[in-house]
């Protein structure tokens, strides 16, 4: 009796039917298929990148009916019948989503790999609306890294495009 290697093409997939970036998707996915190898691998949608694969990283960052998740640890089938944002469906054709054009204007990147998770994270702590002072966008963002460092103008751009999601100004800081 010899053992032989399952191929993937025998198992059975699974329908699923989402929204992505604004455009009404069906697509047929294996059980097994993280979010981020599906927008990659799939849909050749290359601006979520793959950081660490463990959740680690946040480079992954997109946002699962505008709230922020880590597509490396969700799997494709778990996003059936949501609205899903990645970085390349913010920008409104011609014209940048504030957060993008605040990032532009602060510097808020380096290298730029984990820019687009570091944006979606971003949009995502601004739809949540919990992040009003520059300590809590750092506390709440800490789950996105960048290896370049630019921590201090990705704060800066964050806190300045928030009063465009919430009408006012972000809260200065009270020592005590």
């Known amino acids: 009796m010899s053992a032989t290697t399952p191929n993937p093409k025998d198992f059975a997939t699974h329908a699923i039917s989402l929204t992505l970036n604004g455009q009404q998707r069906q697509l047929d996915v294996l059980p ?6 599906l927008l990659r691998d799939q849909l050749d949608l290359v601006g979520t990148k793959k950081g ?4 680690q990283c946040g480079a992954c960052t997109v946002l699962r009916d505008g709230t922020r998740i880590n597509a490396c640890l ?3 089938i778990m996003c059936d019948g949501a609205e899903l944002t990645t970085i390349e469906g913010l920008a409104d054709g011609d014209q940048l989503h504030p ?15 984990c820019t687009p998770g570091q944006i979606c994270s971003a949009v995502g702590l601004a739809n ?4 009003s002072t520059r300590a809590e966008i750092q506390e709440l963002m ?3 890294l960048c290896r370049c460092g630019a ?7 964050v806190e300045e495009a928030l009063p465009q999601f919430h009408n006012a100004a972000p809260k200065p800081e009270v020592n005590a």
């Open 74 to 76: 969700t799997l494709a």
């Open 142 to 144: 800490s789950g996105n």
């Open 52 to 55: 660490c694969d463990h959740g």
């Open 128 to 131: 949540e609306g919990r992040a």
């Open 151 to 157: 921590y201090s103008n990705i704060l800066a751009a």
């Open 32 to 37: 097994w298929t993280t979010l981020l190898d």
């Open 99 to 113: 957060m993008q054009q605040a990032f532009i204007k602060n510097d808020a990147f380096q290298c730029g790999y």
